[in-house]
């Protein structure tokens, strides 16, 4: 029997209707909720013929563990993630340059959420998480990504070294980011088809990756602080290569 999860706020299951709304089992709305925001949704579940629960506020804090809700929570079921078979098929089939993040050891599931929604935006093909020593894609990584998850192909995979050569035997770039690097990320050619390797909070990437990577890049900064926000620093990666793509 497939898993369910509990996502909150008007972003995730408005994005989740858009792209799957066969994933969506339930919905509840706070009682007196009758803004123009709440009807419109009211109307597309109605046409989803999506189940709707009015519940009170205090019912809705207490599902939600205490995280901001909107007046809106919905119990989906928990997708897919395939794995390294599925994810060398997709690049061997993809019919441009891919752009593919990976994630080592994300702990915090809102700097997940973050760095999800930074893929998204700058248009990531494919992202790899590692199965273990990630935080789970849970509700509060849903909201952080607001609903990026349902438009993005993600891979779990066991060993990011092992798929780190897997991939590079299709003929793509593995850059590392470290604060050790001498090169910097606008020093490096993000065009062509790269991987985009970011490490934990505070740790960074782990060694063995470190040393499968074809290259390490520094992100250059002013100031006294040592190191940016794992999920800060995935965007300016990201962007600077979408940068990079668009002026080619």
């Not at 035997?169 to 850059?175: F, M, R, S, T, Y």
Request: glycine fraction near 6%.
């Amino acid at each position: 029997m497939s898993k369910s999860l509990k996502i909150f706020g008007f972003h995730s299951l408005e994005s989740i209707l858009k792209s799957s709304p066969e994933l969506v089992l339930k919905v509840f709305i706070q009682i007196g909720r009758d803004d123009k925001r709440v009807l419109s949704l009211l109307d597309d579940l109605a046409l989803q013929k999506i189940s709707i629960l009015k519940v009170d506020k205090n019912k809705l804090d207490q599902l939600s563990n205490g995280e901001t809700h909107q007046g809106v929570m919905s119990e989906i079921i928990m997708p897919t993630f395939p794995g390294e078979k599925i994810l060398i098929e997709s690049i061997k089939n993809s019919s441009k340059k891919p752009l593919i993040l990976i994630l080592d050891s994300i702990q915090d599931p809102r700097n997940l959420g973050a760095c999800l929604r930074s893929a998204n935006a700058a248009g990531v093909d494919f992202v790899i998480i590692n199965k273990d020593g990630s935080a789970p894609i849970n509700s509060l990584v849903y909201k952080a990504s607001t609903g990026a998850i349902n438009s993005l192909q993600i891979f779990l995979v066991t060993n990011i070294v092992r798929t780190i050569k897997a991939i590079q035997k299709e003929g793509l770039w593995v850059i590392g980011l470290d604060g050790n690097a001498k090169t910097t990320i606008y020093d490096v050619n993000l065009v062509d088809s790269i991987a985009i390797v970011m490490g934990s909070e505070g740790k960074g990437i782990r060694q063995l990756i470190k040393k499968t990577c074809d290259q390490l890049v520094i992100i250059p900064m002013s100031g006294n602080i040592e190191s940016l926000n794992v999920s800060v620093a995935t965007g300016i990666a990201l962007f600077e290569s979408m940068r990079q793509r668009k002026t080619s």
